[in-house]
C-alpha cells in the first residue's frame, strides 16, 4: 500500500529534537570521575528557559530527548513541566545516558530504557512514544525492546560520513578518557535519510518492524552532518549548504537536531566542559545562529513533534 504522510500538508515535514544531555555527562567525557549530581546548575536551569523562548518566537514544538536520571533531581521538575505545558514533547532518552550503552547487556539496555519511561510515567504523567539511544548507539535488540513496549519511533540513527573524524578528535584531540562513545558505526551510512520501518535483522535497511526509525538529517548525496552542534563549530554556511541540498535533492523531511550545551557557553558551564568543541562561542551568538535556523525551517516545513510525524507515517493515503 503506497502511503503519503500528511496528505493535507501543502509544505513538507520536519521536526526539531532536542538532546537534554546533562552537563555530568559531558564533563565525564573527560574525567571518568564526573557523576551525577555535582553540577552547580543543572542543564535545564541553564538552557530550558532559553531553547523554551527561542522555540516560542518561532511557534516551534519540539521534541525533548530527557535522560532519566534528571528528572530524580527536582530542580529540574519546574523546567520539564514548562516544557510540557507549551505543547513540546518528551521522548525517552535512557535513564543513565551511559557513554558505553551500545556495549552493555541486553537486560541492562532494557532496564536503562524502562527506567526512563517509568520515571517519566510517574513523575511528569508523560508515556513517551519516541527513544533515542546515547551517542547514536542503536542495535537490533534496542529495537525489538522498543517494539515490544509500544515505541512510535526511534531517532537513534545518524547517517554520516564524520563518524571517523568525530571519534579521531573525541580520542586524540579532546581526550576522551571513559568517553570512547560509538558515536553511531560506519554500519548507518546504509540507511535511508527518509524515515522507514527498520529490518529486524538489520536495522539499517528498511523491513517490517513496528516502529518507525526517523533519523537525524543529514546532507543528501554527501551525508555530512549540519545538525546544530557541528554548526556551531563550522558557522552558519554549514546549515545553510544542508538546507539547500534538502531543500533541492533531499527525501521530503528534515529531522533537525539540537543539544541543549548548544545555545550555552563557557561562561555558564564548569571548567571541564570547556573542551567541548563550540564552548568558545558567546551564548548570545548561538542563539541568534538557532533563530534563523528555526526561521528556515518554520518558512520550508510543517514543523511537528516526532510523534506527530510518526502517526502521520501511519496514515493510509488518501
Known amino acids: 500500500m503506497s502511503r503519503a504522510p500528511f496528505p493535507a500538508a501543502s509544505r513538507p515535514v520536519a521536526t526539531v529534537q532536542v538532546d537534554m544531555d546533562p552537563v555530568w555527562y559531558i564533563a565525564k567525557c573527560f574525567d571518568a570521575g564526573a ?5 552547580a546548575r543543572t542543564i535545564y536551569e541553564l538552557s530550558v528557559p ?31 513541566e514548562r516544557i510540557v505545558a ?6 525517552n532518552h535512557t535513564y543513565d545516558h551511559r557513554i558505553d550503552f551500545k556495549r552493555q547487556p541486553e537486560d541492562v539496555l532494557r532496564r536503562d530504557v524502562d527506567r526512563c519511561a517509568e520515571i517519566l510515567e510517574r513523575r511528569l504523567g508523560v508515556r513517551p512514544l519516541g527513544f533515542k539511544a546515547p551517542a547514536y548507539a542503536a542495535s537490533p535488540a534496542l529495537f525489538r525492546h522498543l517494539e515490544r513496549e509500544g515505541y512510535l519511533y526511534d531517532s537513534s540513527v545518524h547517517p554520516n560520513v564524520a563518524i571517523p573524524l568525530v571519534k579521531a578528535v573525541q580520542r586524540l584531540w579532546l581526550r576522551y578518557d571513559q568517553g570512547r562513545t560509538e558515536f553511531g558505526s560506519l554500519a548507518c551510512l546504509r540507511a535511508p535519510l527518509a524515515a522507514y520501518r527498520p529490518d529486524a535483522a538489520d536495522i539499517y ?8 526509525e526517523i533519523p537525524v538529517s543529514t546532507m543528501p548525496l554527501v551525508r555530512a552532518p549540519f545538525h546544530f552542534s557541528f554548526v556551531n563549530v563550522a558557522g552558519m554556511p554549514l546549515f545553510r549548504l544542508g538546507a539547500a541540498l534538502h531543500r533541492y535533492l533531499g527525501p521530503g523531511m528534515v529531522n533537525y537536531a539540537f543539544h541543549a550545551v548548544d545555545v550555552l557557553d563557557a561562561t555558564m558551564l564548569p571548567p571541564l566542559v570547556h573542551r567541548r568543541l563550540g564552548m568558545k562561542k558567546p551564548s548570545r551568538l548561538k542563539l541568534r545562529h538557532m533563530d534563523a535556523v528555526l526561521a528556515a525551517l518554520t518558512a520550508g516545513y510543517a514543523v511537528r513533534t516526532g510523534a506527530e510525524i510518526a502517526r502521520g507515517l501511519d496514515r493510509p493515503a488518501a
Open 86 to 91: 507549551a505543547g513540546h514533547e518528551l521522548a
Open 205 to 212: 535497511r528498511p523491513g517490517g518492524m513496528g516502529l518507525w
Open 50 to 80: 532559553l531553547l523554551l523562548d527561542a522555540f516560542a518566537a518561532r511557534g516551534v514544538r519540539a521534541t525533548f530527548f530527557i535522560v532519566g536520571a534528571d528528572v530524580e533531581d527536582a530542580r529540574n521538575i519546574p523546567y520539564l
Open 35 to 39: 557523576a551525577p549530581g555535582g553540577d
